[in-house]
């Protein structure tokens, strides 16, 4: 059987993210910092459209002013003169046990205040130092002191610091003090976060009442959604361009291929041009060969594996209490004893129908009242689109979906695995697991970097240093010393080890 292995390599113009579009967003961003007083502002969209390539790029001084978008340029000119952007990925914070929070708040304020320095102080070595394990109550002292020192830092310097804080999520789940603090810090700062749900859901109903919660520093959110059509087409367009440079030559029909296959969705129409982009080298080569390429199940077959961990994100997150309107802390219950939401059977249904689904099609147990409002929150969050009758976004995404069917086993493994592990090892986050499940799998073996980040994230690899953050928590809880590992060794420059004793 001719077996055709799409590698992603190192030569192939869409392995790796780059940022494009989001004019309408930045302008909205700048809007809010170069007000008279800066204004913090979220910015709220689905995992997976773009949120932390949107902040990197905001926060990168030297990228800032790649925008072919002459009012826009100009606001981005001022931002780079005014502030100075820091960064931070506050995912897994809030993923830790209840016994654990302390530790993650005072992780949490080491990392933000190491990001800090790094950006404002360059080489000097910072006067922390990174915090030890050591006793509960000391943990908070820990970030207590933390705080105090970082808010020294910050508004002692001649110019404004906006936090970027991405994936806002882990920092509301921490204890309610390290909010309460960063509102406190808004004196000398400002904020621009980015998080799945309205910043207030993230909270307990019992901090709504709170005279100054965190959240009500935020004006009206930012939404952000799939890009316009416009710059998709201006994103194929230059795709198009790149893969003829590199000797793959795309027809008319693989570009209306790639737009069935992806839809809007930035992370999936890069991952369609990759693949499209190596099959087609490959026809050219084997061609010249005169030899054929065979069945384009190939092509199907790539797309669909490389989505489906962004696809399962969408997916899993349509069973949020969030996207119900329920805080996460709240104690209600799910809704019915149905192995899916409301949110993932409507969407089934529409998946079904391959020429669309009219409404009356769509789950006839529910009022009409209850599915137009779950319609209006797909459609919101940009997983459905309405043309004469209701579409999944992409067919990547419809495909993905119609896997997903009660029967399956797919749902029954996942929980089982993660149970498993539960009982195996509490102590890790989820992001923690599944880069340790990695590593238990290579038992012995050294683990490039590159090679975890795509394996645990695929396309929204994080930085080598928020890998090694990730290690060393892995640490805390495996090794009998942390600072003296046995286990889990590092490989200077290359990757990690999981010792086999």
């Given at each position: 059987m001719n077996v055709l292995q799409f590698s992603l390599h190192s030569h192939n113009p869409f392995s790796e993210t780059e940022f494009w579009g989001r004019q309408k967003e930045l302008t909205a961003i700048s809007r809010y910092l170069l007000s008279e007083v800066p204004r913090c502002c979220a910015i709220i969209g689905e995992d997976t459209f773009g949120k932390t390539t949107l902040l990197q790029h905001l926060s990168n001084a030297q990228e800032m002013l790649a925008v072919d978008h002459p009012e826009l340029n100009s606001a981005l000119m001022q931002l780079k003169k005014k502030f100075v952007f820091v960064y931070l990925n506050c995912a897994g914070y809030g993923d830790e046990v209840a016994d654990m929070k302390n530790l993650a708040s005072a992780r949490f304020w080491w990392d933000l205040y190491d990001a800090a320095w790094e950006k404002l102080q360059g080489d000097i070595a910072p006067r922390l130092t990174k915090p030890k394990a050591h006793a509960d109550q000391e943990y908070i002292d820990t970030a207590l002191g933390i705080r105090w020192e970082l808010e020294d830092l910050v508004q002692n310097q001649s110019y404004n610091v906006a936090f970027v804080l991405d994936n806002f999520e882990g920092v509301a789940h921490l204890p309610l003090r390290d909010s309460e603090w960063l509102r406190s810090m808004a004196k000398v700062c400002t904020y621009v976060v980015a998080s799945r749900d309205l910043l207030y859901l993230l909270y307990h109903p019992s901090n709504w009442s709170t005279p100054s919660p965190l959240w009500n520093l935020f004006g009206d959110p930012i939404y952000l959604k799939l890009p316009p059509i416009e710059d998709v087409d201006r994103f194929l367009s230059k795709a198009c361009d790149k893969?003829?440079?590199?000797?793959?030559?795309?027809?008319?029909?693989?570009?209306?291929?790639?737009?069935?296959?992806?839809?809007?969705?930035?992370?999936?129409?890069?991952?369609?041009?990759?693949?499209?982009?190596?099959y087609r080298l490959q026809e050219s080569r084997m061609l010249a060969g005169k030899q054929s390429l065979g069945d384009e199940s190939y092509l199907d077959y790539s797309i669909d594996t490389s989505a489906g961990p962004i696809c399962m994100q969408l997916w899993q997150g349509l069973?949020?209490?969030?996207?119900?309107?329920?805080?996460?802390?709240?104690?209600?219950?799910?809704?019915?004893?149905?192995?899916?939401?409301?949110?993932?059977?409507?969407?089934?249904?529409?998946?079904?129908?391959?020429?669309?689904?009219?409404?009356?099609?769509?789950?006839?147990e529910l009022d009409a009242y209850e599915k137009q409002r779950i319609l209006f929150d797909l459609e919101r969050y940009d997983l459905i689109e309405y043309q004469e009758d209701w579409h999944v976004f992409s067919e990547a995404m419809r495909r993905f979906v119609l896997k997903q069917e009660p029967a399956s086993s797919s749902t029954t493994i996942?929980?089982?695995?993660?149970?498993?592990?539960?009982?195996?090892?509490?102590?890790?986050t989820h992001q923690e697991k599944r880069v340790y499940d990695f590593l238990k799998t290579h038992k012995g073996e050294l683990c490039l970097r590159e090679d975890i980040k795509w394996a645990v994230w695929q396309s929204n690899e994080p930085t080598n240093s928020a890998l090694q953050k990730i290690i060393e928590r892995i640490r805390e809880k495996i090794e009998p010393d942390p600072d003296n590992p046995r286990y889990l060794i590092a490989v200077r420059g290359k990757g990690y080890i999981l010792r086999e004793d």
């Open positions: 893969a003829r440079a590199e000797d793959s030559a795309w027809k008319q029909s693989d570009i209306e291929y790639i737009r069935k296959m992806a839809g809007r969705h930035p992370a999936l129409l890069r991952i369609a041009c990759a693949s499209m982009f190596e069973a949020r209490p969030e996207l119900r309107g329920e805080p996460r802390g709240s104690d209600k219950q799910q809704e019915a004893a149905s192995p899916l939401s409301h949110h993932q059977r409507v969407l089934l249904d529409i998946a079904k129908g391959p020429a669309g689904t009219i409404d009356t099609l769509i789950l006839p996942l929980s089982q695995d993660l149970s498993g592990w539960q009982r195996e090892m509490p102590g890790l």
